[in-house]
């Protein structure tokens, strides 16, 4: 008789019980073990078996953006996948402090679908097996600077500069060096010539690369190298803050940070706290889920 066992605690319950009679019988008739030990040890161990050969992930559902409905979708906690999955018919958003949190939820089978950036999305599928992004584009958006309503003189600055890196081609360089084929994560090194004045404060969340994340406990990726090279242009030297993504805003707004630069997109709810700079990249909201 083959026996299936469910992932529910009724089937892990009833399993083990029907093991326990059987192997408690086999072993009291022996003499081999007492009572007491078979409940303590045997018990246990058929509950610990059950468990795990009974519970796996479930098959993935989701093979296009119309199967989001009525799904449980990882996001990153204040990005704008979290607001798109917030739109989602009947769809229940799971929000995350960092994305490799709701791709490990993924994996897990906690939720159906991860929506992400594509670029991070790229390095996630990359360094854990079993998953796959789908060749639907969820949303497509820019990704611009956010500096404190009011200082507008500093805005216009960092536009001056970023206009200049386009002109010269050393935005497309950086930005080169971090996607593409074979990226070599060479980072920019500011010029060591340039007499600076102020300190430009960068408020940024460092489990984004490519555009921010820690290696060896630096923090490096496209937005700190174009950053920097903002820096150059501006004679400032930069600083950066290493927060959560949904304390960003709050940081340029109180004057805790001058700018907020994360990967992130405008948004009419973000324009009501915040400024922001031209673009300075684009790029697209992708569906991450397991593979068939």
Known sequence: MVIKIEC?????????????????EFFIQKGMIKMKKVLNVITVGMLMAA????????KNSVHNADDLKGKVIGTQLGTTGYIFAGDVEDA??????KGADAIQALKQGKVDAVIIDSE???????????????????????YSIAYKKG???LGKKIDGAITKLKENGKLDEITS?????????????????????????????????????????????????????????????????????????????SGKADVGVAGMSVTPEREKNVSFTQGYATTKQVIVVRED
């Open 177 to 253: 060096h971090w996607i593409g084929n074979a990226p070599d994560h060479v980072s920019y090194v500011p010029d060591k010539n340039i007499e600076r004045s102020e300190v430009l404060v960068m408020a940024t969340n460092a489990e984004f690369p490519p555009y921010e994340s820690m290696d060896k406990g630096e923090i490096v990726g496209i937005d700190v190298d174009i950053m920097n090279a903002v820096c150059d242009e501006l004679c400032m030297t930069l600083k950066i803050d290493n927060m959560e993504f949904d304390s960003i805003i709050a940081a340029v707004n």
């Open 8 to 24: 529910n605690y009724l089937a892990i319950a009833f399993y083990a019980k029907m093991r326990y009679n059987i192997i408690c």
């Open 51 to 58: 468990c795990f050969t009974g519970c796996g992930v479930p």
């Open 120 to 142: 991070p999305a790229q390095e996630f599928v990359k360094k854990n097996k079993g998953l796959q992004i789908l060749p639907d584009v969820f949303a497509e958006e820019e």
């Open 151 to 153: 200082n507008d003189e």
């Open 92 to 97: 229940k958003v799971e929000g995350y402090n």
